[in-house]
């Protein structure tokens, strides 16, 4: 899967830029993916730099974790939105011009 191409991992750095508090189940629930897929991103975004996490050390549930977003991933969510933009006002164009005719 490439990432700049993943609508899917461009919904998840969104949410997480937003809370990166959210479970993966919570994660899962809030973009329609399943968990399955929300952790086969998350592993892609932290492979690729663009997401970090880290554990709640005080916590008494070690399985609680923290999602941020790396500077890079800030910029890659912008750039990654800006093309999905672009595509979706070439589709966009492309239709209009089939119902114009």
Do not use: W
């Not at 479970?23 to 968990?35: C, D, P």
């Not at 997401?51 to 974790?65: A, E, H, V």
């Amino acid at each position: 899967m490439k990432v700049s191409d993943s609508e899917e991992c461009l919904d998840l750095l969104n949410f997480i830029h937003q809370n990166g508090n959210l479970s993966q189940r919570e994660l899962s629930h809030k973009s329609g993916l399943s968990l399955g897929k929300v952790n086969y991103c998350i592993k892609a975004l932290v492979d690729i730099g663009y997401l970090k996490i880290k554990n709640f050390q005080n916590s008494n549930n070690k399985t609680n974790y923290i999602y941020y977003l790396t500077p890079k991933g800030i910029i890659s969510k912008t750039l990654i939105a800006k093309k999905f933009l672009q595509q979706k006002k070439q589709e966009y164009d492309k239709i209009k011009t089939y119902l114009v005719k």
